[in-house]
C-alpha cells in the first residue's frame, strides 16, 4: 500500500490580498495532517473517507473521463484531483489502473468539527502525491503543487494556493500566487503537461522559505465557530473600492516587514507587523461590511496583546483559528486560562518541519 501524508497550514500574514497575482503572504505548516492511502482497485475506483459517510464514493472510466456515482456523493477536491491525474498520466502514456482510495484526517476534532486548517488543500496535495507514487509519474515537489493548484482551481476558481504550498513545502513560507483564472482557460485548451511546462504561465507564483523565530512562541486559538472562507472572500472582491489598492501596498508593506522580522531574528519588527496586519484585517472588513474579526477572535488577539505578544485572525477570518507570537519568557498559561474563560480552545500544534526544497 503507497501512503502520503500532506500537512495543514495556518496564514500568519497577506490573507485577502493573495488571491490577486503575485500579491505576497506568509504561511506556516502545521504538524497535523491528512494521510493518503492507496492500493490496486479492481473493476472500479473507490474513494474511503468520513467525509462520504460510510460508503466509498465510486467511480470508472468512460470516453469522455472519470464516471462518477454521484447520487449520494458531491464532487469535490478529491475527484478533481483524480481526474486530472488521470490526464496526466495518460499524457505520457502510463497504463490505466483502477485504485482504491483511503483518506484519513487529523484536522478536525473527534465529533468532526474542522478547525479552519486547511483540509481540503491538505487532501488535495496528499491526493496527488499518493497517485503520483502509485502511476510512478514522477513528480517534482514543485510539480506536485503545481498540479494541486490546477485541481483545486476547478472546484474553486478564487483559491490562492497558499495552503497548498504550506501543505506541500512545510515549514514557514512566503507565497505569492500566479493568475489562476489564465491558469484555467490555459487547462481548457492545453494538455497538463504543456501547462505544467510553461513557464509564463505561472508568472506571479513565488515561494521562499523564512526562518522560524527563534525567541518568539507560536500559539493558536480556536473560537468554535466554522467559517466559509470562499463566501468571505467574494464578499471583499464584490466591494473593492478605490480604496483596495491601498489595502494590498499596506498588507505587501505588512508582509516585507515581517520578513525582514523573520530573517534577521528582530523579534519587535515581527511582532509589529503581525499587529499592523490585524489592524488592516479590522479595517478591511469594516469597509466592506463583512466581520472578519468575531467577537471571539477579537477577546483571543487582546488577551495576547496584553501580554505583550501579536496576534491576528488567521486566514479569512469569521470564526475558526487566531494566531498569535509572543515573546518567549511569557507566561503561556496564563494566556490559555483567559481564552479558555472565553470558550477559546488552545490546539496543541507546532509549525511542520520544511521538506525538500521549493526550487
Same mark, same amino acid.
Given at each position: 500500500m503507497i501512503e502520503? !501524508? %500532506?500537512?495543514?497550514? $495556518?496564514f500568519v500574514a497577506g490573507e485577502y490580498a493573495v488571491v490577486e497575482p503575485g500579491q505576497p503572504s506568509v504561511l506556516i505548516a502545521l504538524d497535523r495532517a491528512i494521510t493518503a492511502r492507496? /492500493?490496486?482497485g479492481h473493476g472500479a475506483g473507490s474513494v474511503h473517507s468520513e467525509e462520504y459517510g460510510h460508503l466509498p464514493l465510486t467511480w470508472t472510466r468512460d470516453d469522455d473521463g472519470l464516471a462518477l456515482d454521484r447520487e449520494h456523493h458531491p464532487y469535490d477536491y478529491v475527484m478533481a484531483t483524480i481526474d486530472l491525474v488521470e490526464?496526466? &498520466?495518460a499524457e505520457r502514456g502510463i497504463a490505466p489502473r483502477f485504485h482504491d482510495l483511503r483518506i484519513e484526517s487529523q484536522l478536525d476534532d473527534a465529533s468532526g468539527r474542522k478547525f479552519g486548517l486547511g483540509s481540503s488543500a491538505a487532501v488535495t496535495v496528499a491526493t496527488v502525491g499518493a497517485l503520483d507514487r502509485f502511476y510512478r509519474i514522477g513528480l517534482t515537489q514543485r510539480q506536485r503543487f503545481q498540479v494541486a493548484l490546477l485541481a483545486t482551481i476547478r472546484v474553486n476558481p478564487q483559491a490562492s494556493g497558499g495552503d497548498l504550498a504550506a501543505s506541500t513545502f512545510g515549514g514557514w513560507l512566503r507565497y505569492s500566487a500566479p493568475d489562476r483564472e489564465r491558469l484555467a482557460g490555459m487547462l481548457g485548451d492545453r494538455s497538463v503537461s504543456d501547462v505544467l511546462g510553461d513557464a509564463e504561465a505561472w508568472t506571479g507564483f513565488d515561494v521562499q522559505r523564512l526562518p522560524a523565530p527563534t525567541d518568539l512562541e507560536l500559539l493558536v486559538g480556536w473560537t468554535g465557530s466554522p467559517a466559509s472562507t470562499t463566501k468571505l472572500v467574494d464578499v471583499v472582491r464584490r466591494h473593492r473600492n478605490g480604496g483596495y489598492q491601498a489595502f494590498l501596498d499596506e498588507s505587501r508593506t505588512c508582509v516585507d516587514d515581517l520578513t525582514t522580522g523573520l530573517q =534577521?531574528?528582530? +523579534? %519587535? =519588527? =515581527? $511582532?509589529? +507587523?503581525? &499587529? !499592523? %496586519? !490585524? &489592524?488592516? $484585517? /479590522? &479595517? $478591511?472588513? %469594516?469597509?466592506?461590511g463583512s466581520q472578519i474579526e468575531t467577537e471571539r477572535l477579537t477577546t483571543l488577539c487582546d488577551v495576547v496583546e496584553a501580554a505583550g505578544g501579536a496576534a491576528k485572525p488567521s486566514g479569512a477570518g469569521g470564526g475558526d483559528c487566531g494566531i498569535a507570537l509572543v515573546p518567549a519568557? =511569557?507566561?503561556?498559561a496564563e494566556i490559555h486560562r483567559a481564552w479558555e474563560a472565553h470558550d477559546i480552545r488552545h490546539l496543541s500544534v507546532a509549525v511542520q518541519a520544511p521538506?525538500?526544497?521549493?526550487?
Open positions: 502520503f !501524508r %500532506a500537512h495543514g497550514k $495556518l492507496v /492500493q490496486e490526464k496526466l &498520466r =534577521t531574528g528582530d +523579534a %519587535a =519588527t =515581527t $511582532l509589529d +507587523a503581525l &499587529r !499592523r %496586519a !490585524r &489592524r488592516l $484585517l /479590522q &479595517r $478591511l472588513g %469594516a469597509s466592506v519568557d =511569557t507566561d503561556l521538506e525538500g526544497s521549493v526550487e
